[in-house]
C-alpha cells in the first residue's frame, strides 16, 4: 500500500510530461508543404562525398553554402524544378594537406590534381521529377569542373514546418546519388582512389514566395 502511495504522483505526472515534451518543428506530412517559390537554407545544406582510399577504408568531405531554389506545388509535386549551386572553392575535408591538394594549382602550369585555386561553382539544375508518395527521382543536369552531365538523385522528403527562430516556411529532403569523376575531369589517383564518388544530399529550403 505504501509503494502505490509513493507511486501516485510519479503516475499523475506522466500526462503532464507528456504534454510538455517539445514538439519537432519539421515533421514528414506532405500536407504541411505549401506551394511556392523556396530557397536553400545554405547554412543547413550540405553535399557529402565519400570515396574508397585505396581499398582500405572510405575518406569523406562536404561542400557548404550551397545556395538556390525550388519550385513546388504539392498538387502536382512532377512540375517541381529544382536549381542549386555549389561552392567547390569552400569544400571542406578532415584533413588541411588534403584540402590543400584539391585546391592546389597544378605543377609547371599543368592541370591541377582536382580543382585548382579557384575553381568554378558547380551547379544541379533538374530536368524531371518523377514523385511518388514521399519519394522522388529527380533528373538532372550536374555541371563539375566545367563539365556537365546528366546524374539521377534519389530523394526522399524529410520534413516540413515553420523554423522557429525566423518564422520561414521550411522543407527538408534527403538525396543520395553515385558519380564517376573522371567523366568530370579529375581522375587523378584512379582506381586506388575511386572512381565512384557517393554524395549524400542534405538540403533545407525557406519559402520566399
Given amino acids: 500500500m505504501r509503494k502505490l502511495l509513493l507511486a501516485l504522483p510519479l503516475l499523475a505526472a506522466v500526462p503532464l510530461m507528456a504534454q510538455s515534451a517539445p514538439q519537432m518543428p519539421g515533421i514528414a506530412d506532405v500536407s504541411r508543404v505549401s506551394a511556392g517559390t523556396y530557397k536553400t537554407d545554405p547554412g543547413h545544406t550540405l553535399i557529402g562525398w565519400r570515396v574508397s582510399h585505396f581499398g582500405f577504408n572510405d575518406y569523406f568531405g562536404i561542400f557548404g553554402d550551397a545556395t538556390g531554389t525550388l519550385d513546388i506545388d504539392?498538387?502536382?509535386p512532377n512540375?517541381?524544378?529544382?536549381d542549386i549551386t555549389i561552392p567547390v572553392g569552400k569544400l571542406t575535408t578532415a584533413s588541411a594537406g588534403l584540402t590543400?591538394?584539391?585546391l592546389r594549382a597544378g605543377k609547371d602550369g599543368g592541370k591541377a590534381d582536382f580543382f585548382?585555386?579557384?575553381?568554378a561553382d558547380a551547379k544541379f539544375v533538374s530536368?524531371?521529377?518523377e514523385a511518388s508518395g514521399m519519394t522522388a527521382k529527380?533528373?538532372?543536369d550536374l555541371t563539375l569542373n566545367g563539365v556537365t552531365k546528366p546524374v539521377v538523385l534519389d530523394a526522399k522528403f524529410s520534413g516540413a514546418g515553420n523554423n522557429p527562430f525566423n518564422k520561414k516556411a521550411t522543407v527538408g529532403f534527403?538525396?543520395?546519388?553515385?558519380i564517376k569523376r573522371s567523366e568530370f575531369g579529375v581522375s587523378y589517383g584512379v582506381p586506388v582512389i575511386s572512381d565512384d564518388v557517393a554524395l549524400d544530399i542534405s538540403v533545407a529550403f525557406e519559402k520566399a514566395s
Avoid at 512540375?79 to 529544382?82: F, G, L, N
Avoid at 585548382?116 to 575553381?119: L, S, Y
Avoid at 534527403?174 to 553515385?178: P, R, Y
Fill in 74 to 76: 504539392p498538387a502536382n
Fill in 79 to 82: 512540375a517541381a524544378k529544382v
Fill in 100 to 102: 590543400g591538394h584539391m
Fill in 116 to 119: 585548382g585555386p579557384t575553381p
Fill in 127 to 129: 530536368t524531371k521529377v
Fill in 138 to 140: 529527380i533528373t538532372g
Fill in 174 to 178: 534527403h538525396a543520395t546519388t553515385t
